[in-house]
């Protein structure tokens, strides 16, 4: 028995071969032109892209629809034939629990398999798997807003970053929402790294417009009773509140609000805002008081090229599925995806290097209108969406919202630096 | 005259010994060997990383296991400890740029640190008040984290650029022989190297005057004053140490991942390594060993064969009533509470029982 | 001092849920000696078994909350029966981690049946509010206030007067004695668990009521309540209620003078503070405002 498990071992090590790894991945070398040879990820017809997103825990209510998203577009163009019409995309979807650690492993787990990753969600995740896509020299889709991805060769952002959301929606309400730089523009952040951008436009715009923010307040998520931060604000007689936050946090702060008849103009942030909302014992209260800041339209509105090609390949590939602002932006980063394999696969290599040389040979990608173009290529010269569309609550509409000012680019915002990763 | 038994123990010097016996040498030698080989042989990078994660977490373990398992106090707080030594970590090693046996030291003086300030908390509190106490420290802490914006980067979080050379060895792309050896492989000996040297040092700790003086405290401490053990030095003292090792685990979680935010230091964290030691074995150094293991590569493992279970959804937009995700989590809760159910003492009681049944052997009855 | 009252009336109502977690972690405790971390997965089950009695089986409220609390009464002993029977006389900390594990369980269960979207519980309490006096009053706060109290009140009256409720102090003072006085310690338990699961269900729906809707993360709730727990002391229900009184004062008052008071300490100061006014008053009194300090022998 002992023999038998020694030689076993032996066995197992000459396999092996018993040595290092340090070497292993990238390579592929390819021409410009004909087929791209198979390499890690591609056998010559399947493309596999990784998907890391928390399927499980509390932030499983961003990761299902954004991942069904990335789906749908996929499933969507496997039929009209694949990527450059031949190459079918396969998906490799792991939990990341929304936890860092997690993320790492589980990135080690697919990265051998994977071409690339069309979505990494979270900024914590992101930013912890980052070192490592470097060192490995691979390209990943981060499934977040976050301004700090613009500038970073290893990442293919999608969308205007929260703080052109947040600097669009002061230009809204200085200019047609009937305020002045006079008026108390307050905030409310959640108290982590999304609530930071949120803040961060807002002091942008305040120093390009010349108003000051006349109170702050933040919060900590599940928080039940938000009685003293709505005290506040009323207390410092906020005329605009900028609000970012998720959405059971934010149905308890316009909740409270309501209570208190506290009626300031609200501009929230795109993920405080869910379907539930619009049938609600708030809606009322929204329909009053609130604008939410987004991109792209209003769900089903058939006059955008792109939102009538969701409706219908939602309705295809994802019949369960809600109308979901995380839907599109899964849906988009598809789009983004296949722009930069239909580029490697005309260079005619889909390796790694191959990957990122198509990403920098990127042009403009257009979303048709699901979010403004993307000027992609080299990081410097990387220009992301800077339009937003300002959305009021309408309980008649698919997902709740109506458009209000379609696609609107403030100065401010196009004048925004993008810097590189601290 | 005949030869006296294997297993018979003569005097008292002889039954402390660490590696007494043949099979106990033969035991260390089993696992050192299975130490170095096992990155060259398993060069996979997830397993890799999910046992460097397993490593981190069972030096943190072992720190808590003094404490709760031999000193009987226990502690929600551990996580407060572990980010305190990956953001030591990001400040000295990253930012000063200071080498490995510089960063790492001063991770575990400053754990060291807070937990004196720490740890005279236990005088006053017993049992599940000072474990509700120390869960305080947790959101305190992560105030702390967010607010300290210096030090942490607040709420956007930090990179931890630590340098990991050792002499001429650097951790990062070990080169041994002509051959390279990747990152994961190089931390897999790093990690494991140091969770040897800390359950070395915790095995000698315990087996000595301090170690039986804590034990004394856990077991009845008025009784422990009685006998002239100085009950309350030692439950400091017993703090200072796990802290310590808890922060030498932070540091290496930091350096390993290389980003660290608020947002991970969270009860959550703390919990798990509770129940690593309850799952472990209390007051058995091993048995921290085998409950990393168990919590930290169980999940991994359901992770990698879930989708074989059949009725299940493997993906989203799949088919079956519940996503393999949900049903991963799902798993690893019954296994404990089966496990716990079926053996109360722990993997470390599944252990013993099998080392007494070949103890005993062939009278094994 | 409008403000000031407001404020007050805010705590009372967040102290009030506190206290109603914060007394099923007492419920159990005193009975079994084990702290319950399943109890805000308990309190997440309730509120979604409330949701599909009001929502889907289009029940009244009123009857709606009856019957998820006693169904999530029924998880609760069930466990007790199927689970921690096998567990008397173990070591409680393998007790303890078994309540992690169930937590670790109904999570996952939780989503799979309900899905991870916010819900909104059809009740009639929504965003009413009743004013007087300048203040104004939420429909559903004063509710809270109103069945915890009630439920206070109930609950002592069954410990004071029903045989069920001697027995179960009796088995909490002494399992022994009680055991040879007769009094089935199993039933205790079961009972005990049932309440504590039936405490966290009204909790549950009572939070879900409100305009931020239902969502699986209701259940960490549960840990803003261990403070409370502490603070009255582990093993006396008076103290739960009293310490959730105190944690949820504390912490909206801190809320409402942020800016005038506590600015100095950083944003968002409230959230710690009770946790810091537990370490206090632990140091204080060890034994929590109400607790029973341990007999120490050697």
Partial sequence: ?422 | ?365 | MTAFLQNCFAGLALGSTYALVALGFVVIFKSTGVINFAQGGLLALGAYLGYTFSNNLLLGFGVAILLACLAAALVGAGFERIVLRRMVGQPPFAVIMITIGLLFILEPVITAIWGFDNLQVRNPWNINTVELGGLVFGVKDLWTIGLTTAVVIGFFAFFKYSPLGLAMRVTAFDPEAALAQGISARRVYAVSWAIAAALAALAGIAMAAGPGGLSPSIGFIALAAFPAMIVGGMDSPGGAVLGGLVIGLAEALTRGYQDQLFSWAGDNVSIIVPYILMIVILLIRPYGLLGTKDVRRV
């Fill in chain 2, 1 to 365: 005259m005949a030869k006296p038994h294997r297993n018979l123990v003569r005097d008292y010097r002889q039954d402390l010994r660490l590696f007494g016996s043949p099979a106990a040498r033969a035991g260390l030698a089993a696992m050192l060997v299975t130490l170095v080989m096992l990155p060259m042989v398993v060069q996979d990078d997830f397993w890799l990383s999910v046992l460097v994660y397993v490593g981190i977490t069972a030096v943190g373990a072992i720190g808590l296991n003094l404490l709760t398992g031999y000193c009987g106090q226990i502690s929600l707080g551990h996580a407060f400890f572990i980010g305190a030594g990956a953001y030591v970590t990001g400040w000295a090693g990253g930012e000063l740029g200071l080498p490995l046996v510089l960063w790492l030291p001063m991770a575990a003086l400053a754990g060291g640190l807070l937990g004196a300030v720490i740890g005279p908390f236990a005088l006053r509190l017993r049992g599940h008040y000072l474990a509700i106490v120390t869960l305080g420290l947790v959101f305190v802490g992560e105030h702390l984290w967010r607010n300290f914006r210096g030090l942490t980067g607040g709420n956007s979080g930090t990179s931890v650029n630590a340098p990991v050379s050792l002499g001429p060895i650097d951790f990062n792309r070990v080169e041994l022989a002509g051959e390279v050896y990747s990152r994961n492989q190089g931390y897999f000996w790093l990690v494991w190297a140091l969770v040897a040297i800390v359950a070395l040092l915790v095995k000698n700790l315990v087996r000595t005057r301090p170690g039986r003086a804590l034990q004394a405290v856990r077991d009845r401490d008025q009784a422990a004053e009685v006998i002239g053990v100085r009950a309350g030095r030692y439950k400091i003292g017993a703090f200072v140490v796990s802290s310590a090792i808890a922060s030498v685990a932070g540091a290496l979680f930091g350096s390993y991942q290389q980003f660290v935010s608020p947002d991970e230091w969270n009860l959550l964290l703390s919990i798990q390594y509770i129940a690593i030691v309850i799952v472990g074995g209390l007051g058995t150094v091993f048995g921290s060993i085998l409950g990393a293991v168990f919590v930290g590569a169980l999940p991994a493992l359901i992770d990698r064969f879930g989708d074989a279970i059949p009725g299940v959804r493997t993906s989203v937009g799949g088919e079956g009533f519940i996503s393999v995700f949900a049903l991963n989590q799902a798993i690893f809760g019954v296994l404990i509470v089966l496990f716990l159910v079926l053996e109360p003492r722990g993997l470390a009681g599944i252990w013993l029982r099998i080392k007494a049944y070949f103890k005993s052997w062939p009278f094994s009855y």
């Fill in chain 1, 1 to 422: 028995m002992h023999r038998r498990i020694t030689l076993a071992l032996a066995a197992m090590l000459v396999i092996a071969g018993c040595g290092g790894a340090g070497d292993q991945g990238g390579g592929g070398s390819g021409g410009t032109a004909g087929a791209p040879p198979s390499t890690t990820g591609f056998d010559g017809t399947t493309i596999k892209l990784g998907v890391l997103s928390p399927l499980s825990g509390p932030v499983a209510v961003i990761g299902l629809p954004l991942t069904a998203g990335n789906k749908i577009w996929f499933d969507a163009l496997n039929q009209r034939g694949g990527v450059a019409g031949k190459y079918k995309v396969e998906l490799v979807q792991e939990d990341t629990q929304y936890k860092p650690d997690v993320t790492v492993q589980q990135y080690n787990k697919v990265k051998g398999n994977v071409v690339a990753f069309t979505q990494v969600l979270g900024t914590a995740p992101t930013l912890a798997v980052l070192p490592q896509l470097k060192t490995d020299k691979v390209l990943a889709a981060p499934a977040s807003l976050d301004a700090l991805w613009v500038r970073e060769a290893n990442l293919l952002p999608v969308g205007g970053p929260y703080q052109i959301q947040v600097i669009n929606a002061l230009d809204h309400y200085l200019t047609d929402g009937g305020g002045s730089k006079d008026a108390k523009i307050c905030n409310m952040i959640q108290d982590d790294v999304y609530g930071e951008a949120g803040l961060q436009g807002l002091q942008y715009a305040a120093q390009k417009y010349g108003f000051s923010i006349a109170n702050t307040q933040r919060y900590k998520t599940g928080t039940e009773n938000f009685t003293g931060q709505i005290q506040a604000l009323a207390g410092a007689g906020c005329q605009m509140v900028f609000l970012t936050a998720t959405p059971t946090d934010a149905g308890k702060i316009w909740g409270t609000a309501a209570q208190a008849k506290f009626t300031p103009r609200w501009y929230a942030q795109s993920p405080a805002y869910a379907s539930a909302m619009s049938k609600s014992a708030i809606t009322p209260y929204l329909q009053q008081t609130t604008l939410i800041v987004a991109e792209g339209t209003e769900w089903g509105d058939e006059k955008v090229p792109g939102m009538k090609d969701l409706v219908a390949r939602t309705a295809q590939f994802g019949p369960g599925q809600q109308p979901d602002y995380y839907l599109a932006f899964g849906y988009n980063q598809g789009r983004a995806m296949t722009a930069v394999l239909e580029k490697a696969v005309e260079l005619g290599n889909l390796s790694r290097d191959g990957i990122l040389n198509a990403m920098n040979q990127l042009g403009r990608v257009s979303f048709d209108g699901l979010t403004d173009d993307y000027q992609y290529g080299p990081v410097e010269s990387r220009n992301p969406p800077r339009s937003s569309t300002l959305f009021a609550v309408d309980p008649t509409k698919p997902f709740g919202l109506k458009t209000v000012k379609y696609n609107t680019t403030s100065d401010a915002a196009k004048a925004f630096e993008f810097q590189k990763t601290g």
